[in-house]
């Protein structure tokens, strides 16, 4: 089951800050984020863990509630290269792939 | 450096013709991926690779094949029984083998494929 991402899209003014959500009709395991620029690989953000365990990357932060089946992606003080489509892949048992949402298209303007 | 490789960056394809895309990892990964990008879509799994020589149906493996003769090379066939193949096609691979919910995928420059 695919989750759910929101906002579809965002535009932003550099300096602003952007929260992207990641719902899963089923429990999670974990949950990833990627970012993606266009016509380039999705590379890898953040992993978050059931649990409380966090990896990844240190500008950018998320949160878990597995009560809520929920992720969300938090972007501060936004820059020109965040730019581009950010996608949360869940794991939710059964099997470890992640099942990938339809993705948030940030934009970013000076 | 390690990573993962993908040609060519664009395909063009017959009608009536099967093409074959290819992925090349050095980082010693045991699994594999194909993913298939569309508009809006997201990232959509078409087969996956846990070991040499096995290999699993993804979500849309319809019209596609796959074979997994080495460790380092996991190449996808797009067959002419493939009615709508213009996408844009990621590889991917993992480290171990299970894959495992804390394991992160790394990904492949894409190739776009086009249908003439």
């Known amino acids: 089951q695919q989750p759910v991402q929101s906002p579809q899209a965002v535009i932003l003014r550099e300096g602003e800050d952007a929260v992207i959500n990641c719902s899963s009709s089923k429990a999670l395991y974990s949950v990833h984020w990627y970012r993606q620029k266009h016509g380039e690989a999705p590379v890898f953000l953040m992993i978050l863990l059931k649990g409380g365990e966090q990896k990844g990357h240190d500008k950018i932060s998320a949160s878990f509630n597995e009560k809520k089946q929920q992720s969300s992606l938090y972007l501060t003080a936004s820059q020109l290269s965040y730019s581009g489509t950010y996608f949360c892949?869940?794991?939710?048992?059964?099997?470890?792939?992640?099942?990938f949402g339809r993705g948030t298209s940030l934009i970013v303007h000076p | 450096d390690g990573g993962i490789t993908q040609s060519p960056k664009y395909l063009f394809r017959k009608e009536g013709q099967n093409v074959t895309l290819s992925c090349e990892q050095n980082l010693n990964h045991d699994a594999m991926y194909w993913y298939r990008q569309d508009p809006g879509q997201g990232l959509r799994l078409i087969y996956y690779s846990q070991i040499v020589n096995d290999f699993q149906k993804g979500d849309i493996a319809e019209g596609y094949s796959v074979s997994r003769e080495k460790k380092e090379s996991f190449p996808l066939t797009v067959t002419s029984a493939q009615k709508n193949p213009t996408a844009f096609y990621l590889c991917a691979s993992s480290r171990e083998r299970a894959g495992g919910p804390r394991e992160t995928q790394y990904f492949g420059p894409g190739t776009r494929l086009l249908v003439l």
């Open positions: 892949g869940t794991v939710t048992g059964g099997s470890y792939i992640p099942t």
